[in-house]
């Protein structure tokens, strides 16, 4: 009863929230609870928080992870921009709105001062790609999530001429009230070779989970468990997802940015352009069992 009590009262607030605002937003259709109950203490940043007694028998790849303890971006490790991608209208992203302090990669928006924007942008953000691809593996990162009304991205890409496939690691807009509790998981093809499924047209398998804290409220750990069979996705340690791998065999980017994206209600406001998005590292480890970067 609890549960639909819950599900009723989420329904009626974010009902609300789209026609005030006038935007296109999915209905919520959350698959379970996450139990933050089970959250992992760390007692080793050599190992995933999840895997902290190493039964993967991970090896923690130091030379492509970032602890972000430099005076800027490390440009042998990221690209400092998208270097393909001018992003997702009417947000520019721009390189400006990307730095490094006290430990941590900090995104902001609009700092781009008075320099004119292409046309149809109104708006930056910041956005980092690594310069290395990876296939399989275990991907970490802790992160404390806009409160703002921005998406918070951490995911892996790869558009090429045969393949293009999309790994979300943490894409959640929770500055908004209506996400506040909202922690969203997808995996993307948007094409892929004919000896590996032959899709030519994009498919995704999205879920959403209820979390009973509000994600922009402290930092959390996010992580990804990437191997041929399955894919596991983690906060804080806990286990919320697991797919099997049926299409993601292709070496992938690793993207940290901020965004707007109106399927998330997150939609420039001029009155709210202090929020931050805080990354205090990036690692990722490779096992017996996968393979290194390219």
Not at 262 to 272: L, Q, S, V, Y
């Amino acid at each position: 009863m609890k549960t639909y009590i819950l599900q009723f009262v989420i329904l009626l607030n974010l009902t609300y929230a789209v026609s005030a605002q006038n935007l296109t937003i999915p209905p919520k259709n959350y698959v379970d609870t996450v139990d933050i109950a089970m959250s992992v203490n760390r007692s080793s940043d050599k190992l995933p928080l999840s895997d902290q007694g190493n039964s993967g028998e991970w090896k923690l790849l130091k030379k492509f992870s970032d602890e972000f303890d430099k005076d800027k971006i490390n440009e042998k490790r990221w690209y400092p921009n998208n270097p393909k991608w001018k992003g997702r209208q009417p947000t520019y992203f721009h390189g400006s709105n990307v730095s490094i302090e006290n430990g941590e990669a900090v995104f902001r928006v609009n700092k781009h001062g008075n320099e004119k924007l292409p046309e149809g942008y109104t708006h930056t953000s910041g956005f980092i790609k690594s310069k290395n691809k990876f296939l399989y593996g275990y991907f970490e990162a802790e992160m404390k999530l806009m409160n703002a009304p921005w998406v918070s991205g951490f995911w892996m890409t790869n558009v090429s001429k045969d393949w293009w496939t999309e790994i979300d690691i943490c894409e959640n807009a929770p500055g908004l009230s209506y996400n506040r509790n909202d922690l969203n998981s997808n995996i993307h093809v948007f094409r892929a070779p004919e000896d590996q499924g032959n899709v030519k047209e994009h498919f995704s398998r999205t879920k959403k989970f209820y979390i009973p804290l509000e994600l922009q409220d402290d930092y959390h750990v996010w992580g990804l468990e990437w191997t041929e069979e399955y894919i596991r996705f983690y906060i804080d340690g806990v286990l919320f997802r697991e797919a099997k791998n049926t299409h993601w065999h292709q070496p992938l980017e690793v993207n940290f940015n901020n965004e707007s994206n109106k399927w998330f209600g997150a939609i420039p406001d001029d009155n709210r352009l202090d929020g931050e998005f805080h990354v205090k590292y990036f690692r990722v480890w490779e096992s017996k069992s996968t393979s290194k970067a390219k």
